[in-house]
């Protein structure tokens, strides 16, 4: 016969494991949804490029380097899927959109692979995250969804 206090701790520990497994599959479900890829380097990542694959996917072709984001707007109509690939072509950068949960590093040799949807008018600001010199707090850039510019 089981006693009330070992029954009390096997329901309590019972409890813990079930939220910690809750936890595990829902954080795996959330990473699941916008995983940085990795790919293979070579030059063509070096010339910064806006590809319109359709009317709402885009290729952007993100190359940092000191002090600066090219292309540094980017304008894309609501709806919008966007690829970036990110490279650079000095130090380490970093390319953050905060509004989008959009968090990478720029390395020089290496290119960051992420998508991301904007389903929202507005302006949405990438800024470098790395320090990079002594210019690093003039490294923005922008992403404009809607605006007359668009295409």
């Known amino acids: 016969m089981i006693d009330k206090y070992e029954k009390g701790i096997l329901i ?29 380097y070579n030059k063509s990542y070096e010339k910064a490029r806006i590809d319109t694959i359709d009317e709402k996917t885009y290729q952007v072709f993100m190359v940092a ?10 304008y894309i109509p609501v709806g919008s899927d966007v ?18 949960n959009l968090n990478l590093m720029a390395v020089y040799g290496g290119v960051g692979k992420t998508t991301a949807h904007f389903d929202k008018p507005g302006v949405y600001n990438i800024v470098c995250h790395e320090y990079c010199g002594v210019g690093h707090q003039l490294m923005h850039g922008q992403v404009i969804v809607n605006y007359p510019e668009s295409k």
């Open 65 to 74: 380097k000191m002090w600066s984001f090219e292309p540094s707007k980017i």
């Open 12 to 40: 309590s520990s019972a409890v813990v494991m079930m939220l910690f497994i809750f936890s595990l599959v829902y954080a795996l479900d959330k990473k699941s949804r916008n995983i940085t890829e990795c790919l293979p």
């Open 83 to 100: 690829d970036f690939f990110v490279t650079s072509k000095d130090v380490v950068h970093g390319f953050n959109i905060a509004e989008k």
